[in-house]
């Protein structure tokens, strides 16, 4: 098995004449929490619906535990992946949470999370059933397993989002701004459950405002800024001694 979980290569997006995404590299190491950070439509969200392919990137290249996600372009100029198969083996391996949760509002919270193992894992009813349990434990919100979302404060939703990723075992957690949609004092409880999937050295990488957060817990922090990588290093370098005057009003912005 390889060393690197996730490597993106200059990946590259447009829509229509706008190029939002202009060549981005980074690697992910296993076990290594890798954050983004970056203004509002610098391009940190379409950055991770290229590497799940919510969005088919323009160029460049994805590769999971050292399997790349092979393109085709047709006569048409349109870029589309070779092989659907393989593009849904990798997807099973991203786990991804959204700023606004995005659970389904018609199954309760333990039906959300075994949904996935079920249909696409293929487990029986009770593994599923036993691994969700497990995972509100850790999530904390067992006691709201047969609810309905609405029924929930945000902080639980995400939580429940959370465990709802967590059940596809997935090789790489992509978190949108996990936070961003919650009322200040919830944030907390959804940070302490993304402190302790550091702790675990999960693979994870992170779009967030919250900067103690990316602080304490990445290997990396990357600024991107107009669709391009305008710093990246240990938090301690990129948040404690920012190059760029760009960077620097960022972070003054964010405290
Ligand atoms: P961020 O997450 O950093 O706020 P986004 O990735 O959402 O930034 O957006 C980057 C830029 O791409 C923005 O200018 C945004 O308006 C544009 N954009 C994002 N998605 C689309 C889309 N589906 N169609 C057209 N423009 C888009
Ligand atoms: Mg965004």
């Known amino acids: ?68 996600l092979r393109t085709i ?45 079920r249909q696409i894992l293929g487990k029986s009813r009770d593994e599923a059933i036993a691994e969700a349990e497990a995972l509100l434990d850790k999530v904390g919100i067992r006691a709201k397993r047969d609810q309905y979302p609405s029924q929930l404060s945000g902080g639980q939703q995400q939580r429940a989002a959370i465990a709802r990723a967590l059940a596809m075992n997935p090789s ?9 949609a919650l009322d200040p004092e919830l944030v907390q409880e959804v940070v302490q459950v993304i402190r302790a999937l550091a702790a675990e050295h999960r693979t994870m990488v992170m ?24 710093e990246q290093g240990p938090p301690a370098e990129v948040m404690g001694n920012p190059r760029s005057a760009r960077l620097r009003q960022f972070l003054r912005m964010e405290e």
């Open 207 to 230: 779009v967030t405002h919250e900067m103690s957060l990316a602080r304490d817990i990445s290997s990396q922090v990357i600024f991107l800024h107009q669709g391009r990588i305008e």
């Open 1 to 68: 098995m390889t060393e690197i979980a996730l490597s993106v290569k200059d990946i590259r997006k447009s829509f229509g004449n706008v190029e939002v995404l202009k060549g981005i590299s980074f690697e992910a190491r296993r076990g290594e929490v890798i954050s983004l950070i970056g203004q509002s439509g610098s391009g940190k969200s379409t950055l991770l619906r290229c590497i799940n392919r919510l969005e088919e990137p323009g160029g460049g290249e994805i590769t999971l535990e050292g399997e790349t």
């Open 73 to 117: 372009t047709d006569r048409h100029g349109n870029v589309r992946v070779a092989d659907k198969r393989q593009l849904e083996r990798m997807r099973m391996r991203l786990g991804m949470v959204f700023q606004n949760f995005n659970l389904w509002s018609h199954m309760t919270i333990l039906e959300n999370i075994i949904e996935g193992p």
């Open 172 to 180: 790489v957690m992509l978190f949108d701004e996990p936070t961003s």
